[in-house]
């Protein structure tokens, strides 16, 4: 059945469009998978001058991570996006898992409807954030479960500067529907999400 699904999977690969295609990463330890767009790449040292960086860093210390390629909304006051998953290794139990991020990351409230999802037909707790510094913004959507003993946290983030740091007409201004399309690409990453163990 595995074989089955991996085989469906690379079909679906090989026949995207050109423009759209996606990859699959498969964790070191063969516990999770996802798919990324090519707008996307693994933040690793081999990618270090193709991956965009932003004023609040994107990838945290030994996460898996894909970050926006360098020319990704060039031009813009945009600066970086990234889908991240880590192992919350603190939080040893699910009570604790489920609280959430830190108490020193705000958080801002969602409606009752929005507070889990489901993914891989696994349910997740949603949670989102923000945090600002010197004129730059990262918004962050994070979704935790306990699975196999452990504390997964899958992170969606968006980096930008204030569109007021920039001489007048030196960049384009970032807009709502490229915001849309930067989340859309994300939203591929994080529905495709898979544990295999």
């Known amino acids: ?21 996606r990859r699959v990463f498969v964790s070191p330890d063969g516990v999770f998978r996802f798919l990324y767009t090519s707008d996307f790449l ?16 994107m990838c945290g210390e030994g ?7 360098r020319d990704y ?13 880590q192992e919350i290794t603190n ?18 409230d969602l409606p009752a409807s929005d507070r889990t999802k489901i993914i891989g037909r696994i349910t ?9 510094g010197l004129g730059n913004r990262l918004s962050t959507d994070y979704y935790r479960v306990f699975h196999g003993e452990k504390c997964y946290e899958l992170s969606l983030n968006i980096a930008e500067s204030s569109f007021a740091n920039f001489e007048p007409g030196t960049i384009k201004e970032f807009t709502r529907d490229n915001e849309s399309q930067v989340t ?14």
């Not at 909304?73 to 998953?85: K, Y």
């Not at 997740?124 to 600002?132: A, L, N, P, Y």
């Not at 994300?186 to 898979?194: G, Q, T, W």
Request: proline share 6%; charged share 20%.
């Open 73 to 85: 909304f060039e031009g813009t006051d945009f600066q970086a996006a990234a889908f991240q998953v």
């Open 91 to 108: 939080a040893t139990n699910r009570v604790v898992c489920l609280k959430g991020p830190p108490q020193d990351i705000p958080q801002f």
């Open 1 to 21: 059945m595995r074989l089955m699904a991996w085989i469906l999977l690379l079909t679906f690969v090989v026949a995207q469009p050109t423009g759209a295609r």
């Open 63 to 69: 996460t898996v991570c894909v970050t926006s390629r």
């Open 184 to 197: 859309r690409d994300l939203r591929v990453s994080l529905n495709s999400f898979r544990f295999l163990k």
């Open 42 to 57: 693994p933040n690793t040292e081999e990618n270090k001058d193709e991956v965009e960086h932003s004023y609040i860093p």
């Open 124 to 132: 997740f707790t949603h949670w989102q954030g923000g945090q600002v």
